[in-house]
């Protein structure tokens, strides 16, 4: 078990292991000063519980605030087809259908994920790409519930 550092804010995971947990709370700390050393604990993290959807989240967020944006969007490729297998729905999110309420655990990080996707392949200068994730998320989450909004906004303001 690797220990926290005493007085630092925990952030809640969710339902992880207390390995992964530990693994994460380490990499969200050891970001600040050392974002190999993060992204290293990410990486450990991931390979111990390839499931565990948290993980996938803090690698594209971490890569994505750096500005490494073919890793981001690798890590959520990752998520969104890991999400989308334990949510029970295709792997193909064109292919996804719109519930009558959005739904909870692994389908609402999958479509939180495919809003992430788009914000990257907005930063990457693809707005194509993620103009059709937008299009999609429309339909999927009509209430904006997961924020695609935001990033319809950013790619409005780009045009």
């Known amino acids: 078990m690797i220990d926290l550092l005493p007085n630092t ?3 809640n995971f969710g339902e992880v292991s207390d390995t992964v947990n530990a693994l994460l709370q380490q990499g969200v700390i050891a970001y600040r000063r050392d974002r190999q050393r993060a ?3 990410f990486r450990q ?3 111990t519980a390839p499931t565990e959807l948290p993980v996938y989240f803090c690698l594209y967020k971490i890569h994505t605030y750096q500005g490494n944006l073919d890793e981001a969007e690798a890590a959520a490729e990752g998520g969104l087809r890991e999400a989308a297998s334990q949510a029970g729905w295709d792997p193909d999110w064109r292919k996804w259908v719109p519930y009558d309420i959005l739904p909870d655990g692994a389908g609402r ?3 939180y994920t495919l809003k992430a996707l ?3 392949h907005l930063r990457q ?3 194509d790409e993620a103009a059709e994730k937008l299009d999609a998320l429309k339909v999927l989450d009509p ?3 997961v924020g695609w909004p935001v ?3 950013l790619a409005e303001g780009l045009d």
């Open 125 to 127: 200068s693809r707005p």
């Open 151 to 153: 990033v319809a906004a």
């Open 45 to 47: 993290a991931l390979a």
């Open 9 to 11: 804010d925990v952030i």
């Open 109 to 111: 990080f999958a479509l």
């Open 39 to 41: 992204d290293a604990l």
């Open 118 to 120: 788009a914000f990257i």
């Open 143 to 145: 209430t904006g519930a």
